[in-house]
């Protein structure tokens, strides 16, 4: 269940903290140095102390905690990546290393954290914070838009804005040259990358995890289209797709349908790249200025978000590993706008 947030006033506060952390984790996503920058300038103003963690859990078993001032995060708002670094850290998976982990954070005296990731993060958040006395906050930073308890990720929009300026670059030689591209885009457990940028490119056919694709159906869709004169296309398949990926696609589609000169492109990792786009920076500077509120405010073990243009709460396990469905009207829309 998603708890709504209540507005807060810098001037009444119920939590005494004086010392807090902030680190990122995972994989990286444009929109982070803008929520690192938010968090630590929210600090400050509330007069805490502020302490940026290099390499998210792997830091802090290795106690890389360094202490942050506003000039700490002067001119990176534009950049993409996160200037604190990012790891995914096995040790953090055992007691021993969490312990490390908690040791550090005492040892700097540090009071309360905000964690910026998506699904490993806040698992390994979810289990800290039960075992130690230490409240977390989450911000959801990730491309895939796969987090319950907020619209949008940060990075989300600056990874679908990478794709389409991709893929209608490859519209035009597709239109040159008579092909059918098969783009892979990421999203390993979700479409929504996928959906939102076939959409925005006119793809025939936009291929995702949360339905099953038959190739019959989708070639039946290419042999019209190629009855209609079209002569190029553009299909766009997300890399957790149950057909084994863009090249299996390309191949199957290759043994029963010859019309076009069939080509393969993988988008990877250039989605996460990139200066953030003003909704991500936006985004991201809300959700800083909002989880450091809430940790003077005494929540903990949740993660902050925009629903409906409203900021709420959601805990950990809440958030994790539960994404919305595809909106079917969505998927409908691909269907209508190909023919």
């Known amino acids: 269940m998603i708890i709504p947030i209540l507005y807060f006033c810098f001037d009444v506060k119920i939590n005494s903290l004086k010392r807090i952390a902030v680190f990122t984790s995972g994989g990286d996503s444009p929109g982070m140095n803008a929520c690192i920058r938010a968090v630590v300038r929210t600090a400050i103003y509330n007069q805490l102390e502020i302490f940026g963690i290099y390499r998210g859990y792997e830091g802090m078993i290795e106690g890389d905690i360094v202490q942050m001032n506003s000039k700490s995060v002067g001119n990176i708002i534009q950049r993409g990546g996160t200037f604190l670094k990012s790891t995914r850290n096995d040790e953090f998976r055992t007691k021993e290393g969490r312990q490390k982990a908690f040791d550090n954070l005492n040892k700097n005296r540090i009071e309360g954290v905000v964690a910026i990731g998506g699904d490993g993060t806040f698992t390994g958040a979810n289990i800290f914070c039960k075992e130690f006395d230490i409240p977390f906050i989450g911000i959801p930073g990730t491309i895939d838009n796969d987090l319950m308890g907020t619209d949008f990720t940060i990075g989300y929009d600056t990874a679908i804005n990478t794709v389409i300026q991709a893929v209608d670059k490859i519209r035009d030689t597709a239109n040159s040259h008579n092909r059918l591209f098969v783009i892979e885009v990421m999203g390993k457990d979700a479409g929504f990358i ?146």
């Open 194 to 339: 996928a959906l939102r940028s076939g959409i925005g490119t006119g793809a025939e056919a936009v291929l995702v995890p949360e339905t099953p694709t038959y190739i019959d159906e989708l070639i039946a869709k290419l042999e019209k289209g190629r009855r209609a004169n079209k002569t190029s296309g553009i299909i766009i398949i997300a890399e957790g797709d149950d057909t084994g990926g863009a090249y299996e696609v390309a191949k199957k589609i290759k043994e029963k349908f010859n019309y076009y000169d069939i080509r393969v492109s993988i988008l990877g990792h250039m989605q996460r790249g990139g200066s953030p786009t003003a909704i991500d920076r936006v985004l991201a500077s809300q959700l800083g200025f909002e989880a450091v509120n809430a940790l003077l405010n005494a929540h903990k073990n949740k993660m902050v978000g925009m629903v409906d243009k409203q900021v709420v709460f959601t805990p950990f396990e809440k958030a994790i590993k539960h994404h919305d469905q595809l909106n079917p009207q969505l998927l409908h829309l691909v269907e209508v706008l190909s023919i």
